[in-house]
């Protein structure tokens, strides 16, 4: 960049080739453009829209569940901008050097309804167990809240049990999955949902031994 005060040339201003001319403060001032423009499609683009992607790609998978789980968004916020928004700065990793999806910080639901305590995932005969406590005594949680539990394998399928809290001090789900193993599991959430779907819990990653 070059600056200049001559009183022959008055103000100067326009572009010609790859100079840009202006003047500010009664300079004249000379700018020299970029001469290699941003790659639109470099490989940190590329990862950048890879994530976006990626989010939408779970909303997609989700959607029926996140209509429940984001009741106390604005009137004026879609349930697909709750959770873009909730992921895009929750279970997106900006650490490296690239960003990478984290399928286990996701945010399913959001709400202060009690949640679940997880105790224990693992893999059974007859499929997939993850053991809990309703914690129905606690924080308002009602024996009618809606205990769901969603699971998704790699190839992209979604499955998902609902009961009802209950009262009990231990209860259970069951995903019946045939040649289950914990290699063929993308992620399982745990949330819950007044009846009235008025109020929800956030949602509870669910690792599986």
Known sequence: MATSQNPLTGKMSGTVGNVVLSSTNGKNVVRSKAFNQKDANSEAQQMHRNVFKKTCDE????????????????QSQSCYNAFMA???????????????????????????????????????QEGIQV????????????ADDVVIAILKT???????????RGQSEEDSILFQVSNASAERILYMYMMVISADKTKASKSVYVSIA
Do not use: H
Request: charged share 20%.
């Open 86 to 124: 909730a992921n895009l700065s929750n279970a997106v990793d900006k650490s490296g050097e690239f960003p990478v999806f984290d399928y286990s910080k996701m945010v399913l639901s959001k709400g202060s309804l009690q949640p679940v305590e997880v105790l224990e995932a693992s893999i059974t």
């Open 59 to 74: 909303y997609t998978s989700l959607s029926p569940f996140i209509a429940d789980g984001f009741p106390s968004r604005p």
């Open 131 to 142: 053991n809990y406590q309703p914690l129905s005594e606690n924080g308002g949680a009602k």
């Open 154 to 164: 790699v190839e992209g399928r979604v499955l998902s049990v609902k009961k009802p």
